[in-house]
């Protein structure tokens, strides 16, 4: 398998613009994980899906983000509109069901987004 | 409230020399532990991981985790540092009751040549 994939690596966009950033898991795992990453407030979990069903989205950080994941490949976060408050390195990850000693968790290489 | 706490923000270590980073967590039963590593510009990469059994835990990249009960600790160890080791550091465990992964704040390694 080729890991979690993220497009795009990096987007420059201008404030107002709306944003799409794309995460396809690795087959058969059952959860999905959307983090932002900031020097200011660190690694921050946005939002996860098991089975492509959101289950905790406590950490979206207002209505202009959404995400969605339509089928169990593939997975969107979308800001609109972008503000430069934004600007971060977002992290998709996804594990298979359970916690065992073959589970964890693994990471796509992210998305680095600056909005100006 | 489950937490995962890395008290170090930004540790400073020279090359050939040992390093301990440090990981408290809270949790009310056995804990799973993860440490991950982030090279600059990188994802998360997975260094090893504690379910249960020995203590004592042997990772990727030489290095060891050892899990403390009576500490609530997961510190991260290895003997001799090498430059390439320098990277963010940070621990992690499932919240209690959810499929998602709690992360500490991260630790900083610089290493000095």
């Known amino acids: 398998d080729a890991g979690v994939i993220q497009s795009p690596r990096h987007e420059v966009t201008e404030m107002g613009q709306e944003v799409t950033l794309r995460c396809k898991p690795i087959?058969?795992?059952?959860?999905l994980f959307w983090y932002r990453q900031t020097m200011m407030r660190g690694l921050e979990l946005l939002i996860y899906?098991?089975?492509?069903?959101?289950?905790?989205d406590s950490g979206m950080p207002e209505d202009r983000f959404s995400a969605k994941m339509p089928n169990a490949s593939f997975s969107t976060l979308k800001i609109q509109p972008s503000e430069p408050r934004d600007s971060a390195v977002y992290f998709c990850?996804?594990?298979?069901?359970?916690?065992?000693?073959?589970?964890?968790?693994?990471f796509g290489q992210g998305t680095r987004l600056t909005v100006v | 409230a489950q937490s995962v706490t890395q008290p170090d923000i930004h540790i400073t270590v020279s090359e050939g020399a040992s390093l301990e980073l440090r990981c408290n967590y809270s949790?009310?039963?056995?804990?799973?532990l993860f440490w991950y590593v982030q090279s600059p510009g990188q994802g998360l990469q997975l260094l090893l991981k504690?379910?249960?059994?020995?203590?004592l835990v042997q990772g990727i990249k030489g290095f060891e985790a050892e899990f403390k009960r009576s500490q609530s600790s997961f510190n991260l160890r290895k003997p001799s540092v090498h430059w390439s080791d320098a990277a963010e550091y940070f621990c992690?465990?499932?919240?209690?009751?959810?499929?998602?992964?709690?992360f500490g704040q991260g630790t900083t390694l610089q290493v000095k040549p």
């Open positions: 990850a996804s594990r298979r069901t359970g916690w065992d000693l073959n589970t964890e968790a693994f």
């Open positions: 504690y379910f249960s059994g020995d203590t």
């Open positions: 949790y009310g039963a056995t804990p799973y």
């Open positions: 899906f098991n089975n492509n069903v959101p289950i905790d």
């Open positions: 087959s058969g795992h059952d959860y």
């Open positions: 992690a465990a499932p919240g209690s009751n959810t499929g998602k992964l709690i």
